[in-house]
């Protein structure tokens, strides 16, 4: 890992590789992760983390140098670019262009998420797994794969990651996040598909902002029903 690095780069760091998500499940699956897991800091009253989804991080100036250069000359992409999804705790939640490790005193991602494809699995399985033990040391890596639905976790232990072990309903549980991981079944931006979700231990998903808002609202007509059924009791009365 690089040291903090001061002075400007003599290169531009890439932000963007042009790579196209895999399917339409993939590109709504990650708004759906952002939300679900700002939920679960809400519910926490946490502020001080960030989320990024489908993002570069940087983790070394060696490494952004050689994206540019493989960016530059046009070769295939080999240096690493950025998990599909992934958190960190304890820092500023202000906008960043990508995550780079120098300017943030040295922090990478505490949990990372990646969603599984025929043409990723191997990579994920292999080459990132090893580099988010060994280099990132993130804490706990997540990957979820929608052909099979099913969901694998890892802890980290020393520079090795060990699997976690699901619970009776497949969900995993993310320490840092203090949730289940689980699949749900259901609608999302319009489409009904099994997504991704972070749950409760009863099973119930965390809601988003527009099911919280539904069940307030269900919560307040279901409240004056009961006011106005006991108003015409007592009238009767």
């Not at 040291?3 to 531009?12: C, M, R, S, V």
């Not at 599909?84 to 922090?107: L, N, P, Q, T, Y």
């Not at 997504?195 to 527009?210: K, S």
Request: net charge negative; hydrophobic share 40%; glycine share 8%.
């Amino acid at each position: 890992m690089s040291p903090a690095f001061a002075a400007p780069l003599p290169f531009e760091l890439v932000y963007d590789d042009g790579e196209p998500l895999e399917s339409d499940w993939h590109a709504q699956q990650l708004p759906c992760l952002r939300e679900a897991i700002r939920r679960a800091m809400a519910d926490q009253g946490r502020t001080d983390f960030y989320i990024g989804t489908n993002m570069f991080v940087y983790y070394s100036v060696e490494q952004a140098r050689e994206v540019a250069r493989e960016m530059e000359e046009g070769l295939e992409p080999r240096a690493f670019r950025g998990p599909d999804v992934f958190w960190v705790g304890g820092v500023s939640g202000h906008m960043r262009k990508a995550w780079v490790s120098w300017e943030e005193g040295g922090r990478l991602p505490d949990v990372i998420i990646e969603l599984l494809s025929p043409s990723t699995a191997r990579v994920d399985r292999t080459v990132k797994k090893d580099l988010y033990a060994q280099v990132f040391r993130t804490k706990e890596y997540f990957m979820a794969d929608p052909e099979t639905r099913t969901l694998e976790g890892f802890d980290l232990v020393g520079r090795v990651y060990q699997p976690k072990v699901p619970d009776a309903r497949g969900r995993l549980w993310c320490r840092q996040l203090k949730a289940y991981f689980g699949f749900w079944h259901g609608a999302w931006m319009g489409a009904e598909a099994d997504w991704v979700r972070l749950v409760h231990a009863n099973g119930d998903p965390l809601p988003t902002q527009a099911e919280a808002a539904e069940q307030r609202a269900e919560a307040a007509e279901a409240e004056v029903a009961r006011l106005r059924a006991l108003l015409e009791e007592r009238a009767r009365d």
